[in-house]
């Protein structure tokens, strides 16, 4: 009889998906040992159809992954978000953020301005992240496709049989499985959920004009409407990625739209800025809602990223969140091993805990109260929202304040990830 296969190791990670694969480089590069599975074969997950958005990596990120050693290697696919416009749909309010507008060289002196992100194709990043995995083989071990069959539980460690009978176990167990996670629900863990009732269109699309490394965010009765900013195609032209927010069930109609009449709804959304644009990738939509697990953490297992926390993407956070929860993890659980203590602990698992809940519960609240407010055609909360913008333009530490959010490195996250890469 062939000998069932058993692999121990420090932590093992299901799901890699962006979230994963960043969590075992981030691990990998720190020389922690870990196992990372995930159900769908990389050659599939590459494909154009598996995932067509980008993700807009704020600043603090793109530390994360200089941390996971993934950044290098990305970044010429990286087009630096350097403008932030916000408008008010025809409204005469325009929240404009530059990103040296706001004395950055306080934050890295000495240096240029940092932008406040940059727009990387979500296909793109995957691929810089397997690689990055495979570099690392000495401390990673990334098995995919893989099924699990069940998950088991030991006095010392937790872990999982795979469909081909290979056993997997590890004092710690990281859930990043995303919104549907089966660890989550083998912890017996409740959610909080929401419905948005509004679906993202996503698509790229070229323009006749330079996008000038602005990102802009279009506030409509149905939901944003943003252009974010993309490297050059391959033949040099200008392109952005365009995320469109509408009501679930307008979703289906504009997708059954042919080429040329899809263009003809974006042309209208656009505006003249760009001059004519057109769709270059087939156009995917995604359906939003809010969700929060009522705990992050069960005996020798945390979960993170979308197992976790899921929230509206109308300020480009979702993913920024979770490489927040690589940071946090990887370094508690780096610190544990350098002490000889175990890393699967309730120690550990509280301080993950309450290291991570209160920003991401203030992150979800920010963003569920934003797309209340600027998804609304009631006269007086559009006049109320219009004077907002206008007071934040006027008052350069509110302005500095709402810049700081979007490149990540306000309060305690600015402090740990400039220690982090120091
Ligand atoms: C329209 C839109 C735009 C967005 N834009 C941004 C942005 O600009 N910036 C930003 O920061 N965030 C953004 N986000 C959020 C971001 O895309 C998500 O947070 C991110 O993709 C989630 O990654 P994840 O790894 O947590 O989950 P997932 O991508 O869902 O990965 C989970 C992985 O687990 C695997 N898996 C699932 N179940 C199992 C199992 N039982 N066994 C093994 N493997 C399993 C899956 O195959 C998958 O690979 C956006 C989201 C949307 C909807």
Avoid at 125 to 136: A, E, G, I, M, Q
Wanted: aromatic share 6%.
């Amino acid at each position: 009889m062939a000998k069932i296969k058993h692999v121990r190791t420090n932590v093992l990670i299901i799901g890699g998906g962006l979230s994963g694969l960043a969590l075992a480089g981030a691990l990998g590069e720190a020389g922690v040992d870990c196992v990372c599975i995930d159900r769908a074969p990389p050659v599939t997950q590459l494909t154009e159809t598996y995932d067509g958005r980008t993700t807009a990596i704020s600043y603090a990120s793109h530390l994360v992954l200089k941390t996971a050693g993934a950044w290098e290697t990305m970044l010429p696919d990286c087009e630096p978000i350097r403008d932030i416009r916000v408008a008010d749909g025809a409204s005469p309010f325009y929240l404009h953020f530059s990103h040296d507008d706001d004395g950055n060289e306080k934050y890295d002196p000495g240096r240029e301005a940092p932008p406040f992100g940059w727009i990387i194709e979500n296909r793109i990043l995957r691929h810089r992240l397997f690689n990055n995995v495979k570099r690392l083989k000495k401390h990673v071990r990334h098995i995919a496709p893989a099924e699990i069959r069940e998950f088991i539980r030991g006095k010392n460690d937790v872990g999982v049989i795979l469909e081909d009978g290979a056993r997997i176990t590890a004092p710690l167990m990281i859930g990043a499985d995303g919104r549907n996670s089966a660890v989550r629900q083998w912890l017996g863990i409740g959610v909080k959920n929401a419905d948005y009732k509004q679906s993202a269109i996503v698509c790229n699309v070229a323009h006749e004009l330079d996008h000038e490394n602005a990102a802009v965010e279009h506030f409509r009765s149905a939901g944003p409407f943003a252009v974010l900013p993309m490297t050059r195609g391959a033949q040099g032209e200008h392109r952005s990625s365009v995320v469109w927010t509408e009501h679930g069930t307008d979703t289906k109609e504009i997708l059954s739209l042919n080429a040329e009449d899809f263009d003809a709804r974006l042309q209208e959304l656009f505006g003249p800025h760009l001059g004519a644009v057109r769709h270059i990738s087939k156009p995917m939509s995604y359906p939003l809602g809010l969700m929060h697990a009522d705990s992050y953490i069960g005996a020798r297992v945390a979960l993170m990223a979308e197992a976790a926390h899921a929230i509206h993407p109308i300020a480009g956070q979702g993913l920024n969140l979770s490489l927040r929860d690589v940071a946090v993890l990887t370094e508690l659980i780096f610190e544990h091993l350098r002490c000889g203590l175990d890393p699967g602990g309730d120690t550990l698992l509280q301080k993950y805990q309450s290291a991570r809940r209160g920003d991401t519960l203030l992150m979800a609240g920010v963003t569920d109260l934003l797309n209340r407010l600027f998804s609304n055609d009631l006269t007086t909360v559009r006049l109320i929202r219009g004077l907002g913008l206008g007071i934040v333009h006027k008052i350069p530490p509110l302005k500095r304040y709402f810049a700081r959010q979007a490149m990540g490195i306000s309060g305690i996250m600015q402090k740990s990830l400039r220690k982090a890469t120091n």
